[in-house]
């Protein structure tokens, strides 16, 4: 069982590139997340998505897009990188049945931005 | 998150010493989770709360929801060096599970746990 998985784990762009972090689960969730998370602020939520084709925006959603065409990917695009976005990304997914409703985390992009 | 606030912010302890992190709201928290990164993987999910003064445990890790569901606390007994890590606390506190809102969390700011053997 892979759970959920995230590509690449390490990445090297440049100012002003696209780039794309993947993010894939085979629990058939519901709910995905992207969060950053940055010495100084912790966990920031990106972008979240309560379904396939619904998306909305987190606490720090700009300069970044998602989509999501199928349940089980969420992936997360830097449309022109910047400096400020070098972190540590991070893909979660939960089953949003209702209630509190876990949270399951991949093992995390580092992204650095030259 | 200024929202969710954790003390401490790091920790060194002696192998086999207790400790405690804390996790503090100024809004009710309808529901906590916590977490433990180890450094440069993932999250794990270590327990979740709900209810007011509810009490979890899980071999040496017990954590425990305030009755007015503003605070919880993490407790290891007899640390070990396995236990070492970041520690995170994760919080609806702005949605509410029955608002249908799905569970958009908060976390606070993390514990650096170290054991030193």
């Known amino acids: 069982d892979a759970g959920i998985t995230q590509s690449p784990r390490y990445k090297i762009t440049e100012t002003g590139r696209q780039v794309t972090l993947m993010c894939h689960q085979t629990?058939?969730?519901?709910?995905m997340f992207w969060y950053r998370q940055d010495l100084g602020h912790g966990l920031r939520l990106i972008y979240y998505?309560?379904?396939?084709?619904?998306?909305d925006k987190g606490e720090v959603p700009d300069g970044y897009v998602v989509s999501r065409s199928k349940t089980e990917n969420f992936p997360l695009t830097l449309e022109s990188a910047t400096r400020s976005q070098t972190s540590v990304y991070f893909c979660?997914?939960?089953?949003?049945?209702?209630?509190?409703?876990?949270?399951?985390f991949g093992p995390g992009t580092r992204l650095t931005v030259l | 998150s200024q929202e969710l606030e954790q003390s401490p912010q790091s920790l060194i302890v002696q192998e086999g010493k207790n400790l405690t992190i804390n996790c503090t709201s100024s809004?009710?928290?309808?529901?906590l989770y916590w977490y433990k990164q180890k450094y440069g993987e993932g999250l794990i999910f270590l327990m979740m709360?709900?209810?007011?003064?509810e009490e979890k445990s899980h071999e040496k890790i017990t954590a425990k929801l305030d009755e007015k569901k503003q605070q919880s606390s993490l407790h290891i007994t007899a640390s070990q060096p396995s236990h070492a890590g970041i520690y995170l606390c994760?919080?609806?506190?702005?949605?509410?599970?029955?608002?249908?809102?799905?569970?958009?969390?908060?976390f606070g700011g993390g514990t650096r746990l170290m054991v030193k053997p």
């Open positions: 994760g919080a609806d506190i702005v949605w509410g599970f029955d608002k249908g809102a799905g569970n958009m969390l908060t």
């Open positions: 629990w058939s969730h519901s709910y």
């Open positions: 979660a997914s939960s089953s949003g049945q209702g209630g509190p409703d876990t949270q399951y």
């Open positions: 998505s309560a379904a396939a084709d619904i998306t």
């Open positions: 809004k009710t928290l309808y529901g």
């Open positions: 709360l709900q209810k007011g003064g």
